[in-house]
């Protein structure tokens, strides 16, 4: 008797205990997450309450580009690298849906590390293809976090591009700034070369050895330069999410030009540090960073651990305007082209001829991945290590003379030994620059000598070619 009435009290408060808990859940707003590609953030939220948060994750096996000319079959959350960023708050109930595309060929999972749980929701979310899995988790700890495939073997999934960022707000939310970005870096290991061109495959050799073919910023070279920048006007704080993919490499983080006024530390929630040049971002690890602009330029994101940067694409661009607002590269300024170019009445002739692609676009392209680095991102050098290319007196007399193809040799071979650029020596070495086709070589030199108040006639791949025979 007694232990029957024992039992239903138990049950009974099981019961109620039950009742209230779905209750509680029931009573949550429901909201569908919004998911950004990088560079772009979610917006902030706002609420000051709990919510069940929808998120709705596809998994897709498509063909991109990593590089110029450079393809290759990543595996993504969303369809681009690095993954779809997801923003919730602490202490939000998230119901997660994994779906995987009827067009993969592989199974494929989710591990958060925002989770806790067996697997960081691996193990409930091993999906086929053509099939979608749900489970759900509640956002316990504030913080920046990666997710990433999990499936075996779990390093091609993630060397193939199977990574993202999930930032779980913290309750009492984060200081206020102007601009938020994405950013994440990962490395690719291929059976070319870098800049091998065509559809490169996966090296699992290489990625053992963890000896990198790229490394970059939002899954190619190039994603963040040119005009892919981010941007900011002077005067703003802007706020990196910054997370590394790994599968292998550990991220010297740095802004040339920038200090971080604030770290947070690995992602986490304390502010840890102040005043910071370069930051450590470890594979499966994030960090955020807070930073005031104060003067205009291009301001380059790098891995500082710095051939990765010059050399494999770990290379990104921020451009700040100032208040002036100037648009660095506009339309008008290829009008300008064309009528400056025309130095001579023949020349204007060959001009007029309508050009098969964009030059000034690629040039424009070509400079930020392969000069940008050294003679800065308006062609103003570093004085006394890197000449300027701005109104560089050297640059524009060779420019305008018989003797153009120097610059071609310039490129191409390198330069070493005293030079004068508007009246200031140098005596440093440029090494050669590799990887250029002749167009290449012809896109680059128009623009550096066109750009920034330079005006010369217009490179041609033919000049290029011609050139070439005579180096
Ligand atoms: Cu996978």
New binding site residues.
Partial sequence: MKVRFFLCVVTLCISISLLSCTKNEKDLPVENAVLTHAPDVPPVVTRKHSAKVVVNLE?REVVGTLADGVEYTF?TFGGKVPGKFVRVREGDTVEFYLANHSSSK?P??IDLHAVTGPGGGATSSFTAPGHKSRFTFTAINAGLYVYH?A?APVGM?VANG?YGLILVQPKDGMPPVDREYYVMQSDFYTEGEYGAKGLQPFSMKKAIAEDATYVVFNGSVGSMTGDKAVTAKVGERVRFYVGNGGPNLVSSFHVIGEVFDKVYFEGGTKLAQENVQTTMVPAGGSTIVDFKVDVPGTFILVDHSIFRAFNKGALGMLKVAGDENKVIYSGKEVDELYIEGAASPESHKKEAAPPTKDFRKSGERLFANNCAMCHQGEGQGLPGVFPPLAKSDYLMKIAQSKDRKELVKIVLKGLTGKIKVNGQEYNNVMTPISGLSDADVADVLTYVTNSWGNSAPRFTEEEVKTAKQSL
Avoid: D, P
């Fill in positions: 998994v595996w592989l494929h999972n495939c499936t999934h199977m």
